[in-house]
């Protein structure tokens, strides 16, 4: 896509007016205080997954409305804590997927929370009833005419209630619970960062799910171009989708965080532009550090971006 | 796309075995009863389209489960019935629309009851509770693991129920319903055919939904693409996800038609492969006529298809 | 295509300068004088499209040159006039078409006359002597090296003799005589605003034929993308392309037109950048609306516009 | 394109059934004939190249209807005749281009006679009357509907001329023309080749213009694809279409030549598939050699066709 | 890609010839002799990768003509061996990567050596000698004209050495080594499996380098259209080419194996077509089981094979 | 590709910033002269090319280190010198070819030197030890982590030794030696007028190898396309990357180079963007004319820069 967006000279400067509903406090208050009078116990139960190396236990815990949401719990085995929790969140279409995908931090020494994705992944935990196959793409537009409504309402609720659970779990210390994700992981890794007081850290790669309008009209690529398309096909509802998707916007919750973050961004990257990662980036309310990957896509740093990670919460951590 | 299926002549033969399963039957009587145990009167509510020259009603029907589903109900201004009606089924991603976009048939001094598809179009009928926004993609394997919770149950149930509906309203001759569409809307009234004896006549273009596997295995198109990318996804399920879709596939449909039917064919179609087409076809249980067009893809006959549609109907007819 | 051209704030104030050359007015003139010499009474022929709604006639008028012209003239069976008459035209590439696929204005209570587009369509208006089969891309560039020459020197003449003729047809208001057209059609409406003084309104949908000279240089969509692939390859008369297309330019027509106009525009249209159409549009001479569909690319409005046009000419005509 | 086609074995024994008109040798005599009513004396003027080692000659000849069509003749300079002449024919959508390319055969010792395609390249050689603009597509389906009128019948007449005047040129022995070309030039070279008896050799490389309903059906590429996209539109005439393509098919003209020549084929090549070159190939009435390029697309031997063909010439002339 | 290449029924029993040079058996003999020649202790250097779970090493070990290979060695932390040992090659263009990215098989209690392929990946094994700069493509066709100086030649010496080393390391039990790998990394644990007597068990996933003539012939997707546009360019050297490559085609080296062998194949595998799969497999000379995926192209399993493996071999090694 | 890039007015102004390394002088200093130390007399071999109108010398002269480079030799048959002679320097891939192809300059009365591109073309100047086999792709980024070992220091150090050559070649008039060349030819072309000071003109067409860094980030064409896709890969070396290329930009050279120089560009070009070609020509050092290409890509003026180039040296040389 060679540099399609900003320069980077100006991607650091980059501050656009955002909407902001008056009332998106409150919205999101209510929603998370209604999820949280669901309150039950999570349900652990140990899995098998071939790797006497880590210690596996496929949880279920209450999300939205008190649905249940699955999650794999991933620790290293036999070792002690308290230790830190990273609680991982999922890219675009997919879910928690198997536990050998995750055994990055259980090797550096962490807990590992991965959270489904509700209408995502496998289908381990289904978005709306009689809806039980799972989408990998479209999700992006559910709702989208309502913010009560909208899909990323349940999802991002699910993703706090999943930090709640998280400190919780016996072997986690409360005060190290980490939120990390890449594309609409950053994204709800960075609503959660700015829904959630207790979140100790964020990692937050190339975030989707943030500037929705410049995101909609400067790239072709999907995700974003659903909701291009969708504005295309509902002509006469334009204003109708952004309303309900100033509710949600990366930017808004950016601007409430206060946790330490440390994003990435790739300058070539047409899925999550640029400029729609920096315009939140740029207000995020908290300590901050970008790392940049110049000549890459939305792969952003890929394999390189986890020893920057490792190394940036060793240091956090002590 | 050239010829890249069979050739013309091995079309004419086709015969392929599709899988059945031995509830079919029962399957569908069994969803069709429970629906029309919901039977309600049909909401009719005029409607000024700033076209004189018609007069249309804006329909909502019981359909599966009575869930309401839109219609618009557009016949000639002014003229006396009864009349034969022709009820209309939309293909894929769309909806009843608007009713300017439907005066051919008043035209031709038919009504026509344009029925809309749950969860497509312009959200004038939901498909599940708290989706209110219309897809235009990705419903081909909604609840596609289970034959209980298909998509397509919902969406041919209210098909059948459209036509029970037809029957009845003033003006409409009940022994000249005819059932008619392309692609997803021909997918629909080769089914209705199949199931809803008091059909007088079906108009079946280029139709989708049929032969699923040999679709799935030989074309990269959407929507049978949805199918491939989701058993690409969903490795471990496929046999799970054919298993469904032996009740919904209008081969089995087909067989168990009896009205004459005016059949449309595209021999480059990579959409609606002409294998798939000709495989219900060749087993279509009443009269049949294919229109064949050779050189076209899955626009099949465009405009050229309705006078063929005209002029036999009116021999049908008299 | 993202909005890759000027952001909606700059296209209300763009106004570039395009080249007029000093006997533009003196060519047209000439033009349209010569063809009017030619005078002679159309061919009105019934036709039965087997649709009982409305009256069918086969027109051949006398066009450029006097060349023969086809066209269909739809009128709402059995109703009486004088009623407003739509002149309509049509989209690159295709021609009058079918009568059924003409029913709206009948529905609407008015004439249509569907001009056919010479050398273009099905080939019912031969453009060259010898050229007998009809064309669906390549014209753009017919005879683009002489003005004289030029194939839009015969199609405007031609479109500007049905007007000509649709004010003379019984039944018809010579006082309600409206140009409309989408693309292509747009285009043509467009000049024909500007050359005939006769003209009630104007219905200007995503024109093409618009500023030229960007439209070459900022789109690689087709047709424009003729243009650009005729200079490329014609290296060495570039200057002389545009000097021929200086007395087609849509802004130079808009600049002249009088008659109330309504346009539509896309923001994404690749095909008929918006950048061209408000380059037109703010130099148009009449009263204007502009109804702008922001995400939306060629299709425009789609069927939205319909209803918008259907007011928008209530409302002018009462 | 991989090998799409036949494989290598099976291409080898292909001889499809082609339509041939019962009249064919009639129309061609016919229309020969009445071509060369029309001779008059070429005009030769000398044109200064700014290359001093070749003598440039730029040429207007009688082609069809007597209608002059442009060549160029390149020779070596300063060297004495009788020397061969090559006879040169144009891919699709040129023209004779400029004298500095064609420097092969001079420098070799032979003239050459580079031909226009009428309505082609820069203009040398206007079509019909009125359109001097050359095209670079769409001349495929001219006239297509009706034999007499179709593009082929013009530019094949052209160059059986174009054969007339080069034995009678001044310094060119006449028992030694050579008619060459690729693709479309390959497709005349081959017509020429079974229309005019003075030809003593051909090259002819990956011809176009070869079995065009095999064609028509296996290639999505251009030009070919004209064909199909014009028999997609015009959905009702396509057997008309191959009616008049069965007067201009190069396997027919392949039957009727008596000339060695030497053919090459490209096995991946998808403009001209392989199996219609064979097509005409193995019905070859001459001497005949195949060059096979195995991987390659239409591009064949590109520059290493033409040692080849020198040393084949060589032998053949001794 | 749908399912171009042959039907499942077909594969089953797909069993053709490929060439195999006389000398075949000699060529590697002689080839390895020579490398083995070069012994010398490997470097082993422990390597902090942030990852406490595991204890890293990075290796340099002795490969062709001695050649230094990097590769990584990642065992669990603290553990006991003896433990098995996977052998671990890479996909084409990758290399070993950073550590973090093998944590699999420590997970699973296994040590795996991760093998860098020269002259691919981040630079550790360069090629040749100035050429220090990774490839990640181009390298599939570097010296293929002539077998001593093919690139496979010496990436597999390279593999066997692997393979002679991980027996030798201090916790690794020799009597269970395994070599794996998918694609690029398939092929060479194919070839190893079949020079290296001392392989206990292979994973073999969707193998590239294995019937390159089909491959070159049935598709055009990378890396094997690098052999095809070289046999494009190379036109007169495309049995040299083909010469070389019968002593490094997979075909050749799976009937010589005689280890147990898991494979994996995606039936709409465009990369590494399955014709080309099982060409390997139905002459593989070991216990074999294919795992089919009958919906996915070169992806395979993706993240499903991993738990077939591991239960696999933990039925193997008991 | 539309006009992408600056607007023709900004071209005209456009002086960028480039890095020029501190020892760039010395840097080629040290070079060329190493390179020189290794003169050694070039073979000169008769080689039949079938074409009695030119005398052709297969030649081979000590390039970089000495190493063999390969080039053709072509002159007017039997006339007589001295003659200007061309150094033709070839495009990205490609090799000297076949004498064939290099009429046009002995046509015109020079004699042509057409330089190998060591690694490119059909093999006859293998560029590493161990690596015989032509190259298509890739060799943008060998050995581009290191000035001293980047691939253009040899290949650019070889057309210097071109230059060296022709001045001594018999029937040369040394004091007329030109560079010629497009894409990457024009790249080396210009490099060699800023490294050698006995050319007399340079014929610089579409010139590759100038402002990488622009180029990089603004097209995603190949073959700059390598260097992105390589920084990309190699997230962690970019800035490594581009300190080895401030060696070799075409910028550098053209600031240095003295000689009068025919530029052209392609205001459409993607491939090698207009931007970068006046980022080298506005900095020229010599008599400079460009010749503009206003819509066309990387063909530039294709045959009509022939004639061009013929009249501006005609001039040029009287």
Not at 60 to 84: I, M, N, T
């Amino acid at each position: 896509m060679a540099m399609f967006d900003l320069s980077p000279a100006d991607l650091l400067d980059y501050r656009p007016e955002v909407a902001e509903p008056a009332d998106f406090d409150a919205f999101w208050l209510r929603t998370l205080t209604a999820a949280r009078q669901h309150e039950s116990a999570a349900e652990l139960t140990p899995y098998d997954a071939l790797l006497p190396g880590v210690r596996v236990t496929d949880v279920r815990f209450s999300g939205y409305d008190g649905q249940p949401v699955a999650a794999w719990l991933v620790e290293p085995a036999g070792a002690e804590g308290p230790r830190p929790c990273v609680v991982q969140f999922i890219g675009y279409g997919g879910g928690r997927g198997r536990p050998h995908e995750w055994l990055l931090w259980p090797a550096a020494g962490y807990a590992v929370l991965v959270v489904d994705s509700r209408g995502q992944g496998d289908g381990d935990t289904p978005d709306l009833a009689g809806d039980t196959t799972p989408h990998h793409s479209g999700l992006m537009t559910r709702g989208v005419l309502d913010p009560e409504l909208y899909y990323y309402r349940r999802l991002f609720t699910d993703a706090v209630r999943a930090v709640d659970l998280a400190a919780t779990l016996p072997g986690v210390d409360p005060a190290r619970v980490v939120v990390a994700g890449a594309s609409q992981g950053g994204g709800i890794a960075q609503a959660v960062a700015g829904l959630h007081p207790g979140v100790a850290a964020a990692l937050i790669d190339v975030p989707f799910l943030t500037h929705f309008r410049r995101a909609s009209e400067i790239t072709d690529s999907y995700p974003y171009q659903e909701l291009s398309v969708f504005c295309a096909t509902n002509r006469d509802r334009v204003e109708q989708v952004f309303d309900t998707l100033s509710y949600f916007d990366g930017v808004n919750f950016a601007a409430r965080a206060t946790a330490p973050a440390l994003y990435s961004v790739g300058l070539m990257d047409d899925v999550c532009p640029p400029s729609t990662v920096y315009a939140a980036y740029n207000r995020y309310g908290g300590p901050k550090t970008m790392q940049v990957w110049s000549y890459n896509r939305h792969e952003g740093g890929g394999s390189f971006q986890s020893p920057v990670q490792l190394r940036w919460l060793r240091e956090l951590f002590g």
